[in-house]
């Protein structure tokens, strides 16, 4: 979310924001109040949990009761959530390495006007700034992906990328688990899983971009994490778009 812009209603980062702090980042803003009242929450994890503690029509939880032991809900979805961050940075990979753009964000920009052909996308501003910039940061992230000459090795890309599939298919320990860690409704790990899921198997959505990689979970063998995707993208469809009716006015 950039500083002028609000892509959801009630996610919006106001301007006065940037002068209140220099070091505000391009996160997630939901704003309470308004004005000088205006109050800040900050990233999405302190979103969630605002919405936990202050919306008790909601029909769940993000996230267990508070419990400091290492044994408890809670700590089993923080430390979910640890792990899929690092399967976030497989969406990166796989959509601005050189296979990957080719196959999802260099179409969709053709589609919509950016370039008329998908061999000429590479060398707008945008798409060298995104291709330069996430190769520098997957180097620190993600090395395993690159060869001993810094190049993208793209079998060991994927090799690793289905290791860490597997590693969420063990997440589920029986054929009746519906949610990760076993919680009786959707915990805020299952929505970032289901987001990862929707850009490596999906459109992400009504945005319309191309899956990533729309074979992996049958190709890694991840029965389990494949039913868990059908269910969970129908129940919870992912939506940017919204209606003129569904915005606030400001």
Known sequence: ????????????????LKKRNKDYKTVPVLEVGRGKEMVPVMG?????????????????????PYDASPDSKYAEVKSAESFLDRLGLWIIYYHWSDEG?????????????????????????????????????LKS????????????DAPAATKAFFDDLRKVEAMFKSDGQLHLCDTPHPNAADFMLLACLN????????????????DCLHEADCVRTWKYYERMSK????????????????
């Not at 753009?101 to 060398?123: E, H, Q, V, W, Y």
């Open 1 to 16: 979310v950039n500083y002028d812009r609000a892509f959801i209603s009630g996610l919006y980062p106001p301007a006065e």
């Open 199 to 214: 850009s490596f198997l999906g459109t992400l959505g009504d945005a319309g971009i191309p899956a990533a990689f729309p």
């Open 141 to 152: 992230a993600l090395p395993e992906v690159f060869d001993a000459n810094g190049n993208y």
């Open 101 to 137: 753009f080719d196959r999802t964000l260099g179409p969709f920009m053709c589609r919509n006007g950016a370039c008329c052909c998908c061999c000429c996308i590479k060398s707008l501003p945008p798409a060298k700034y995104g291709i330069t910039r996430f190769k520098t940061a």
């Open 44 to 64: 999405s994890d302190n979103i969630l949990k605002w919405v936990d503690d202050n919306i008790p029509t909601a029909a769940f939880k993000f996230y267990p």
């Open 235 to 250: 129940q919870y469809p992912l939506k940017f778009r919204l209606s003129c009716a569904g915005m606030c006015c400001r």
